[in-house]
């Protein structure tokens, strides 16, 4: 890794906090961070100084959005689903708070030499990563087919933002409430073959990612997938966040989601044994 | 002791990172992690690889962790191939803790290590907290702890240290500590994780603030009634105070561990707090 892209341990500041349906988009001041992002990446969040507190556990969240210049400088902007004592602490800080930031951390999605056909497919909350990556296969001259599902309207994340940079948008939700009624699962074969698609990038809970990575091998398509899995420490450090693969070599192998992914490609993850907490 | 090991730290700092807080050594010195620091020591190794345990491993606890990671490691063989070498290319002192079924896995991971080049240290891990069960040689008796350093030390070259890190048991640390000083361990280090569980009943370390008082009494009793024995002490460090603290006591060297999950800069930062002193 080059010295200008590995990650920083950065002062930050809260610039904002929005809230947008179910989440909250925290809009954090984190020089450097913006400047060496790449979809698929995250930062690490700490709250308080570790004298001072105690609760030491910092947490894990996707880059959604960098802004490298404005006037407080570079942002990164996180999407919060608010449910932890972490995460509401953290909706609930006022612009100007302190908080410490490391990052980007992680393997970014890998993204493809030739304008090919790429199909995103995000669920909730965990869709965050997708649309930067959206907007970096455009510019490369990919043709991007998006598949956006949730519980319901308030938890599906960023419909409207996607339909700018996508050629066509999908919307699923189980209760029905905006799009289709179903599920990623209902709505992954037709869209695959209506796409055309030769990659499949997928974000969102495990099963979600399975099927993504499920249907893209049999579509003969490459897929990227983000796992979002529980990461104690994020930095590569505590071995907290194992995730079961298989090689390059073909060997079965228990790696770090934080340092060896959070991107993997999806035939290389062995899904059933992902414990999806 | 009729042998001189020498300081237990390099030239940069008393202060080390601790077994099991590092990663690999390079996810921390990404992070300007490593700058200034005495030592590594490695998570455990064995002498075959492990998976470790089952998830949650590691479970946020009022100011500290718990942890059943379960000694996943990639085996003595993928260490020497695939770990050791970058450590020492970083030019950082090198301890590598190990843990063993018996003591003849004990005497083995000792001769392999100890004719790798770039082992400072072997910390002998008696007592992993989290891994009850794990089929690891019993060396809670100060005895049978005992018993391991004499069978690493006797195949050891001069040159490489032994660290004996037993278990948390402040009733019979003194004791322990004089038998593990008797059997030839250069330094003691104080303490490991104390017993604790997992929210899911399974054995786990418990590590952080939340166990520094305790590191503390530790390390000054041992210190005070084992005078010969360096203290290598560990436990709840989070900054340059606690390190200070720790020396005071009697500590030659101060690990900093679970600081490392909440600021991985935590013991650079305390080390550059140090440096300022002299």
Redesign the interface.
């Known amino acids: 890794m080059s010295p200008d892209r590995g990650p920083l341990h950065v002062a930050g500041e809260v610039l904002s906090v929005k809230r947008i349906g179910a989440h909250h988009h925290v809009t954090v001041v984190a020089p450097g961070i913006a400047e060496r992002f790449r979809p698929g990446t995250f930062v690490v969040l700490t709250l308080d100084d570790a004298a001072d507190t105690a609760r030491l556990q910092p947490r894990s969240f996707w880059i959604h959005r960098v802004r490298p210049t404005g006037s407080h400088g570079a942002t990164i902007e996180l999407v919060v689903a608010a449910g932890s004592r972490f995460t509401r602490r953290l909706v609930a800080l006022p612009q100007g708070s302190p908080v410490r930031v490391t990052g980007p951390l992680g393997r970014p999605f890998a993204q493809p030499r030739e304008p090919v056909s790429c199909l995103l497919v995000g669920e909730g909350y965990a869709a965050a990563p997708l649309f930067p990556l959206a907007e970096r296969l455009r510019e490369r001259g990919c043709t991007v087919s998006v598949l956006l599902a949730a519980p319901d309207e308030a938890h599906l994340l960023g419909a409207l933002e996607a339909r700018r940079t996508a050629r066509s948008v999908t919307v699923v939700t189980a209760d029905g409430s905006v799009g289709v009624r179903g599920t990623v699962v209902d709505a992954l074969p037709e869209l695959l073959t209506r796409s055309a698609a030769d990659v499949v990038y997928a974000a969102g809970p495990v099963a979600t990612l399975h099927a993504a990575a499920a249907a893209a091998e049999q579509h003969g398509a490459w897929s990227q997938t983000a796992l979002e899995t529980a990461q104690p420490c994020g930095t590569g450090l505590c071995q907290g966040c194992p995730v079961p693969v298989v090689a390059e070599d073909g060997v079965g192998r228990l790696v770090r989601a934080c340092t060896d992914g959070p991107v993997f490609r999806g035939d290389r993850v062995r899904w059933l044994e992902v414990d999806a907490r | 002791m009729s042998r001189d090991p020498g300081p237990v730290t390099g030239s940069d700092a008393p202060v080390l990172v601790a077994s099991?807080?590092?990663?690999?050594g390079?996810?921390?010195d990404?992070?300007?992690g490593l700058d200034g620091i005495g030592g590594f020591v490695t998570?455990t190794i064995t002498l075959d690889a492990r998976?470790?345990g089952?998830?949650?491993?590691?479970?946020?606890s009022?100011?500290?962790?718990r942890?059943a990671?379960g000694l996943?490691n990639p085996g003595i063989d993928g260490f020497l191939a695939l770990e050791l070498p970058w450590l020492v290319s970083r030019g950082i002192r090198v301890a590598v803790s190990i843990s063993a079924a018996s003591l003849g896995e004990y005497a083995d991971l000792g001769r392999r290590l100890g004719r790798s080049p770039g082992v400072a240290a072997i910390e002998l891990n008696l007592v992993p907290p989290d891994a009850a069960g794990a089929g690891l040689f019993d060396a809670r008796e100060p005895f049978q702890a005992a018993r391991v350093v004499g069978a690493v030390r006797r195949d050891l070259p001069a040159g490489v240290q032994l660290w004996a890190k037993p278990s948390a048991d402040p009733g019979r640390l003194a004791e322990t500590a004089r038998a593990l000083a008797e059997a030839g361990a250069d330094a003691v280090v104080l303490v490991n994780g104390l017993p604790a569980l997992m929210p899911d009943g399974r054995p786990a370390g418990l590590a952080?603030?939340a166990i520094g008082p305790l590191a503390l009494r530790c390390v000054h009793d041992v210190a005070s009634q084992v005078p010969d024995l360096p203290v290598i002490a560990a436990g709840g460090v989070?900054?340059a105070?606690d390190v200070r603290a720790l020396l005071d006591v009697g500590a030659v060297a101060v690990q900093v561990g679970?600081?490392?999950?909440?600021?991985?800069?935590?013991a650079a930062r305390a080390a550059a707090t140090l440096r300022g002193d002299a």
């Not at chain 2, 089952?54 to 946020?60: I, K, L, M, S, Y």
């Open positions: 099991g807080c590092g990663g690999t390079r996810e921390l990404a992070l300007g998570r998976d470790g089952p998830r949650p491993r590691v479970v946020e009022p100011s500290g962790f942890y990671v996943q952080g603030p989070v900054d105070d679970s600081a490392l999950l909440h600021d991985p800069t935590a």
